[in-house]
């Protein structure tokens, strides 16, 4: 569940246009009526072979299920190029290494 929130924050915050100074994970992002009816206007088809292909009425739709469809099939790499804009690109790196062993 908490991937889902995660997807759907990063999303939502790429299409809006929001600076990192401004998106903050302990409050809850609010949107706008209009921003739910853009959400809700995008239709993502999946052929075959898994290829999206995103349609809406406006360019906005168009860009917003774009980003939902890459999120949906890479976020590792939505979220690498999200922490590296912001200049954070060295923090997950220390915190995924292991400590080293020490005797007790």
């Not at 809006?16 to 998106?23: I, T």
């Not at 903050?24 to 995008?42: E, F």
Request: net charge negative; aromatic share 10%; charged share 20%.
């Amino acid at each position: 569940m908490a991937f889902g929130t995660a997807l759907r924050t990063l999303g939502v915050a790429a299409f809006l246009g929001l600076n990192a100074k401004e998106v903050q994970a302990d409050k809850p992002l609010t949107l706008d009526s209009n921003d739910v009816q853009i959400a809700r206007s995008v239709t993502i088809y999946r052929d075959t072979y898994g290829v999206p292909h995103v349609f809406g009425p406006t360019d906005a739709s168009c860009v917003f299920g774009y980003a939902y469809a890459q999120a949906e099939d890479n976020f590792w790499q939505v979220e690498d190029n999200y922490i590296r804009s912001i200049g954070r690109s060295s923090e997950p790196a220390e915190m995924l290494t292991p400590a080293p062993l020490t005797k007790s």
